[in-house]
C-alpha cells in the first residue's frame, strides 16, 4: 500500500508541476488542482496508513488510526476548494477583458496603458 | 489566563461580515465602523504591548485544550509589536483610502480590509504551525479580492499572476507541514522545537527537508530571491492603498522566518546546521542589489517602488540571516522603518498618478500640486533609500554594526553601502524626471477638476506615517534598545516553553502526571 500511495503522490505532483509551468491560464488552473489533490493524500499519509482502525477512542479498538491529518486534509480541502474558486474567477476576469489567457506579463507598449 | 489577546483576531472576523451584512450599500456607515474597529485595534494592541513589555509572555488556550493538543495564541514581545506597527498602519492607510475614495470604487473594500487584518494578526500571534497556514490563507484570499479591488485588465491580469503564486506558495507550506507532523507528530512551536533536539543525528532527511521547505514558503512571503517574481507587477498594480497596505505582508514573511528559525530550528540545532549561514545570507544580499538596481532600472514610478519594497526586504533579511540578537534587534528596528517608508512612497505614487495621469519616467506636462508631493516624495525617497536624517540611515548602520564580527562582513558591507549608492541614484533620477522635467513651462493640461483628487484627509494621512517615521528616527535609542531586548528574548525561550507546555489545560495536566 505505501508503494501505492507514495507512487500517487509522485505522479499527482509530477503532473501537477508540469501543468503549473504551460503559459495559459487553464491548464495551470488543472495543474494547481493536481497539486492540491497530491498534497491532500500526502497529509493523509504522514499519520501513517492504518486500514480499518478507528480515529477516536473505541473500548473494542486495539489499535488506532491518527485523528489529526483527517482534520488537517479537511482544512485543506476547503481552503484550496475556495482558492481554486476565486482563481478561475479571477482568470475568467482577465481572459473576458484582455482577450487574451496568458499568465506571463504582457508586452510594455499594453502595460502603460491608463489604469482607473 | 487572558482573554484580551484573541481579541485582535475576534474583533475584524466580527466586524468584516457585519459590515458586508448590515452596510452594505452605505459607505458613510462602512467608513466609520471601519475607522472605530481599527482606532479600537490600536488601543488594544497598545493594551497587550504594555502587557508584556516587562518581558512577560501572555497567551491563550482556544477552548481551554491545552497546548500540545490544542491551538494556542501566544504572545510575546515580538508578536505584539508587530500587531501594534500593523494596526497603526491599517488606520493611515484606511484614512488614505477614504480621503482618495478608492474605497468607493469597488464594493465590500472595508470588510476586506478588516479580514485582511484579521489574517495579519492572527498569523503574528498564533503559537501553531497549522494555524500559522489557516492564518496565512485568510490573509492571503482578502489580499486576493484587495488586490483586485476596482477591476481594470491590467490589475486582473497582474491578480491572475499573484493568485498562482501564492497558491504554489500554499501547497508547498502544506507539503513542509505535512512532513514535520510525520518526523515529529506536532504542530505546535513549542512542543515541535523541544522534539526536534531529540531527532538522532541519522534521522535527519525528512526533517530538513521540512525545515527547508518552510524556508522556501515564508521566502516567497518575504520576496526574496530568486523568490521574488510575483511582486513587482502585483504590487504596482494594486489600488494604492492596498499596496501600502501590503507592506507589512512581506513582513509576515520576515516575522515567520524569526520566529521558526530561532525557535523551532535554531542555528545551533544539529540537524539542520549548514541552512542558516550556506543560503540565507547570500540569498538575502543578491535580493538587495537586484531590488535596488531595479529601482534604477524601473520605467515606472510604482515599479520603482516595487522594486525598492524588494530591496528593503533584502535588507531586513540580511540582518535576520546573521542570526545574532544584536542583528535580529536591527533588523526588527528596519523592518518598523521599511513598512512605514513602503507605505509612504506607495500612496506618494498614488499622488503622482492623480495629478499627472501617468506614471511613466519620461518627460510629462506639468503637474498641479506639485511643491507638496515633490516635497514629500523627497522626504519617502531620502527615507527609503537610507540617507540621514530620517531611520533608514540609523537602521542600515545598526545592520553594518551587527554583522561587523561576521565572516562574510566584507560583501555585506559591499554590498549594502553600493546598493545604497544605486537608490539614491535611482531615486534621484526618477524624481527630477517626475517633477523637474516637464514638458515646457506652461501647463499644457487643464488642471483636473474632477473629484477623484485627494482631499486633505489624504495628506494629513501622508503625513501621519511621516509623524511615525520622524518618531521612529527620534526615539531610536529606546526602540533600538527595545528590539534588541526583543531578540535577546527570542534566544532564550525556557519561560516561553514553560508557560505553553507546562500550563493545566483539558487533556493535560503536567502536575498530576508527574
Known amino acids: ?116 | 489566563m487572558t482573554h484580551w489577546i484573541i481579541l485582535p483576531i475576534v474583533l475584524p472576523a466580527l466586524l468584516a461580515p457585519f459590515m458586508v451584512l448590515t452596510a452594505r450599500h452605505h459607505i458613510g456607515i462602512q467608513r466609520v465602523f471601519s475607522l472605530a474597529g481599527i482606532v479600537g485595534l490600536i488601543a488594544l494592541s497598545i493594551g497587550l504591548v504594555w502587557q508584556v513589555s516587562d518581558g512577560s509572555v501572555i497567551y491563550y488556550r482556544l477552548s481551554d485544550w491545552a497546548a500540545p493538543f490544542g491551538i494556542v495564541i501566544v504572545g510575546d514581545r515580538l508578536s505584539t509589536l508587530m500587531v501594534l506597527l500593523t494596526s497603526v498602519l491599517a488606520l493611515f492607510v484606511l484614512l488614505y483610502a477614504i480621503g482618495s475614495k478608492w474605497d468607493e470604487r469597488g464594493r465590500h473594500f472595508h470588510a476586506l480590509f478588516q479580514f485582511q487584518l484579521m489574517g495579519i494578526l492572527g498569523a503574528f500571534l498564533t503559537g501553531d504551525l497549522f494555524n500559522l497556514f489557516v492564518f496565512f490563507e485568510v490573509l492571503l484570499i482578502a489580499s486576493y479580492g484587495l488586490m483586485i479591488h476596482a477591476g481594470g485588465n491590467a490589475r486582473l491580469r497582474a491578480g491572475v499572476q499573484y493568485v498562482l503564486f501564492n497558491l504554489i506558495g500554499s501547497t508547498l507550506f502544506l507539503f513542509a507541514l505535512g512532513s514535520i507532523y510525520a518526523e515529529t507528530g506536532t504542530l505546535n512551536m513549542a512542543d515541535l522545537a523541544q522534539r526536534v533536539t531529540l531527532i538522532g543525528a541519522e534521522e535527519t532527511v525528512g526533517i530538513r527537508i521540512a525545515a527547508v521547505l518552510l524556508l522556501l514558503v515564508f521566502a516567497i512571503k518575504a520576496a526574496l530571491v530568486p523568490l521574488h517574481f510575483w511582486l513587482p507587477s502585483s504590487y504596482a498594480e494594486a489600488p494604492a492603498p492596498v499596496a501600502a497596505l501590503f507592506a507589512i505582508m512581506t513582513k509576515v514573511g520576515a516575522y515567520a522566518i524569526i520566529r521558526v528559525y530561532t525557535m523551532i530550528f535554531p542555528p545551533e540545532l544539529e540537524v539542520t546546521s549548514g541552512m542558516h549561514d550556506l543560503w540565507l545570507l547570500p540569498a538575502a544580499l543578491v535580493s538587495l542589489a537586484i531590488g535596488m538596481i531595479g529601482v534604477l532600472a524601473a520605467r515606472k514610478l510604482d515599479r520603482l517602488v516595487a522594486f525598492s519594497i524588494i530591496g528593503s526586504m533584502g535588507m531586513v533579511m540580511v540582518a535576520i540571516s546573521l542570526f545574532t540578537p544584536s542583528s535580529i534587534g536591527a533588523a526588527l528596528y528596519y523592518i518598523v522603518h521599511s513598512t512605514l517608508a513602503g507605505a509612504i512612497l506607495f500612496l506618494i505614487t498614488d499622488l503622482v498618478r492623480t495629478g499627472r495621469g501617468t506614471l511613466d519616467l519620461t518627460a510629462q506636462p506639468p503637474m498641479m500640486g506639485t511643491h507638496m508631493t515633490a516635497g514629500m516624495f523627497f522626504a519617502g525617497a531620502i527615507a527609503m533609500a537610507g540617507l540621514p536624517p530620517l531611520s533608514g540611515f540609523l537602521g542600515k548602520l545598526m545592520v553594518l554594526d551587527a554583522a561587523y564580527s561576521d565572516d562574510l562582513v566584507v560583501w555585506v558591507w559591499a554590498i549594502v553601502l553600493s546598493s545604497s549608492l544605486i537608490s539614491v541614484v535611482g531615486f534621484a533620477r526618477a524624481g527630477s524626471i517626475v517633477f523637474w522635467k516637464a514638458l515646457g513651462t506652461q501647463a499644457t493640461v487643464e488642471p483636473a477638476t474632477d473629484l477623484s483628487r485627494p482631499s486633505a484627509l489624504a495628506y494629513a494621512a501622508i503625513g501621519g506615517l511621516f509623524a511615525l517615521l520622524v518618531a521612529h528616527t527620534v526615539f531610536a535609542g529606546t526602540v533600538h534598545s527595545y528590539t534588541t531586548e526583543i531578540a535577546e528574548e527570542l534566544f532564550d525561550h525556557e519561560s516561553y516553553f514553560s508557560l505553553v507546555l507546562d500550563t493545566p489545560g483539558k487533556l493535560s495536566n503536567p502536575k498530576e502526571a508527574h
Open chain 1, 1 to 116: 500500500m505505501e508503494l501505492i500511495v507514495a507512487s500517487a503522490i509522485g505522479v499527482l505532483t509530477a503532473a501537477g508541476i508540469y501543468l503549473v509551468l504551460r503559459l495559459r491560464t487553464f491548464p495551470v488552473i488543472l495543474g494547481m488542482s493536481l497539486l492540491t489533490y497530491a498534497v491532500n493524500v500526502f497529509l493523509f499519509a504522514s499519520g501513517r496508513l492504518t486500514i480499518g482502525a478507528p480515529p477516536i477512542l473505541d473500548d473494542a479498538a486495539i489499535t488506532y488510526t491518527d485523528p489529526l491529518p483527517q482534520a488537517l486534509v479537511l482544512t485543506a480541502i476547503v481552503i484550496s476548494f475556495g482558492m481554486t474558486a476565486v482563481v478561475v474567477m479571477i482568470g475568467l476576469g482577465a481572459y473576458l477583458g484582455s482577450d487574451d489567457d496568458h499568465v506571463d506579463d504582457q508586452p510594455e507598449s499594453d502595460a502603460s496603458e491608463e489604469r482607473p
